[in-house]
C-alpha cells in the first residue's frame, strides 16, 4: 500500500505557472504508475497526465499538452506536475494517484488504486 500527499497548489494568474509536488510513502514507489488527475467544481474527475514505472513513458491530456510535464524522481519516492502557462479552466482539485499493477502506464481515472487528499489550484484571468 501507499500513501499519498499532495502540495504545491495555490493562486496564480493566467499564463502563470506552478509546481505540483506529490510524496508518496512506502519503499515500493518505483513500482507504481503514477498520475495527476483533476476535478473542477461541478465536473467530473479527469485524466490530466501519467508516467511509467521508470519515467520513461508519459501521456497526457490533449487540453494540457504542451503546456504540462509529468516526472518522477523515484529516489525521492515524488512525483512532479510543472504546469505552465495556466489558463482559468486549468482551476481544480489536483489529485495524484498509483496503480498496483504492471500496467505500463495508466490513463483512465477509475483505474488507480490509491489516491492523495487534493491540492487547490486556482487560476484568476
Known amino acids: 500500500q501507499v500513501q499519498l500527499v499532495e502540495s504545491g497548489g495555490g493562486v496564480v494568474q493566467a499564463g502563470g505557472s506552478l509546481r505540483l509536488s506529490c510524496a508518496a510513502s512506502?519503499?515500493?514507489?518505483?513500482?507504481?504508475?503514477m498520475g495527476w488527475l483533476r476535478q473542477a467544481p461541478g465536473k467530473e474527475r479527469e485524466f490530466v497526465a501519467a508516467?511509467?514505472?521508470?519515467?520513461?513513458?508519459?501521456r497526457y491530456a490533449d487540453s494540457v499538452k504542451g503546456r504540462f510535464t509529468i516526472s518522477r524522481d523515484n529516489a525521492k519516492n515524488t512525483v512532479y506536475l510543472q504546469m505552465n502557462s495556466l489558463k482559468p479552466g486549468d482551476a481544480a482539485v489536483y489529485y495524484c494517484?498509483?496503480?498496483?499493477?504492471?500496467?505500463?502506464?495508466?490513463?483512465?481515472?477509475?483505474?488507480?488504486?490509491?489516491w492523495g487528499q487534493g491540492t487547490q489550484v486556482t487560476v484568476s484571468s
Open positions: 494517484a498509483a496503480k498496483a499493477s504492471t500496467t505500463i502506464i495508466v490513463i483512465t481515472t477509475t483505474s488507480y488504486d490509491y
Open positions: 512506502g519503499r515500493t514507489f518505483s513500482s507504481y504508475p
Open positions: 508516467i511509467s514505472r521508470n519515467g520513461a513513458v508519459t
